[in-house]
């Protein structure tokens, strides 16, 4: 359904980006696509429609790795953002801490060792039964609202490991579990349906979750900002990108971490931290810039031409001292990372 979803509207989203733009084709400096990580069937729809125009008016094709470009597109809107900074994706599928020393080179400082906070939001509403029209994650932020965030005495995940690695699929069965001992069944009832009680309810788990949720997101930006600046002291920089870095409650509570460790928060607008075009636009422009594009495809390359997709990516290298022994990611049919790949080829080439 996803690969479907994305068949379908591909030739006129390009369309209607370029007729935006009030450009053509032919104005295009080069192509540049998402090649991962993500699903092989999607991410096909977008590599094969790229190689298609980049085929036909002959421009060089720009592979972006799309967590890259959810941290770079903080370049775009803050100019005065350098290398090396230090940023925190937080979106549906990944939590990242990353030193991103330069271009291309990003150290991994922590990651998620089960599920990432957008997923957490995304299953709490749903379990809520909120209206999941508008996504999940902005639904719950906006229940919150009403709720107590102290009613909730829900405990913060991995505090004994002292690490900058996130989980929370243990969150998750705590919501879960504070909502069978209120009597509400996960996902069975709409909250439109409630009375006002219930609905009190339900705004606690809410504001109890985002609490806590947003809470870990702090420790371990903390811990991220205290080992970054030993590795690069020169460091002034938090960003904080991906979907989940829309939420206002998420911003503000960073903002206060950053501040005190007398650094500069930046967070693009909502519409450039949720998945967008533009942020790989930016970064294939700025890897076009440096030298890292692919010369055109052939034109009328075949339906079934051979090209390289890259379903599990990760960003950088793992800090030792980040690694951790709670960490059970499945290496299996992974990719060296895009920092090891451009390192191997600048060696290769000096
Ligand atoms: O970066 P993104 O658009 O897509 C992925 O790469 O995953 O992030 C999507 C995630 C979803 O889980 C969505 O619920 C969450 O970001 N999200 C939010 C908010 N807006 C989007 N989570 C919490 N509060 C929000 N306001
Ligand atoms: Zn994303």
Same mark, same amino acid.
Request: no cysteine; net charge negative; aromatic share 2%.
């Given at each position: 359904m996803a690969e479907e979803a994305h068949s379908l509207v591909i030739d006129q989203v390009v369309r209607q980006a370029l007729d935006n733009a009030n450009l053509?084709?032919?104005?295009?400096?080069a192509v540049a696509v998402t090649?991962?990580?993500?699903?092989s069937l999607c991410l096909r729809v977008g590599v094969q429609k790229a190689r298609r125009i980049a085929g036909q008016f002959s421009l060089p094709i720009v592979g972006v790795h799309h967590m890259e470009a959810h941290a770079l597109v903080a370049r775009l809107i803050e100019?005065?953002?350098?290398?090396?900074f230090l940023a925190l994706l937080i979106s549906g599928g990944h939590n990242l801490l990353i030193?991103?020393?330069?271009?291309?080179h990003y150290l991994q400082l922590g990651t998620t060792i089960d599920d990432a906070i957008g997923e957490a939001y995304d299953k709490t509403a749903r379990w809520l039964g909120l209206?999941?029209?508008?996504g999940g994650g902005p639904a719950l932020e906006e229940l919150a609202m009403?709720? !107590? %965030?102290? /009613?909730i005495n829900f405990s913060i995940p991995m505090?004994?490991?002292?690490?900058c690695n996130f989980s929370y699929a243990g969150l998750k069965t705590q919501v879960r579990l504070a909502m069978e001992s209120r009597k509400i069944s996960p996902g069975? !009832? %709409?909250? /439109?349906?409630?009375n006002s009680e219930g609905r009190r309810s339900r705004a606690d788990i809410a504001a109890s979750f985002q609490r806590v949720a947003v809470l870990h997101l702090e420790e371990r930006c903390q811990r991220a900002i205290e080992w970054a600046l030993k590795i690069e002291p020169s460091i002034k920089y938090l960003v904080v990108s991906g979907?989940?870095?829309?939420n206002k409650y998420v911003r503000a509570r960073l903002n206060h971490v950053v501040e005190n460790n007398n650094l500069q928060l930046v967070c693009p607008p909502p519409s450039l931290c949720t998945d967008n075009g533009v942020m790989i636009a930016w970064t294939g422009i700025e890897h076009f810039l440096s030298g890292r594009f692919d010369p055109p495809p052939p034109?009328?390359?075949?339906?079934?031409a051979m090209f390289e997709l890259r379903p599990r990516w990760p960003l950088g290298e793992e800090y030792l001292q980040g690694k951790s022994e709670a960490r059970s990611m499945k290496k299996a049919r992974m990719y060296p990372s895009l920092t090891s790949m451009i390192q191997d080829s600048l060696q290769q080439q000096s």
């Open positions: 053509t084709e032919n104005d295009l400096s090649i991962g990580p993500g699903l100019k005065n953002l350098q290398f090396p030193l991103a020393h330069e271009l291309g209206d999941m029209r508008k009403e709720g !107590d %965030p102290n /009613s505090k004994q490991h002292k690490d069975s !009832d %709409p909250i /439109s349906l409630t979907g989940v870095a829309s034109d009328n390359e075949p339906e079934d």
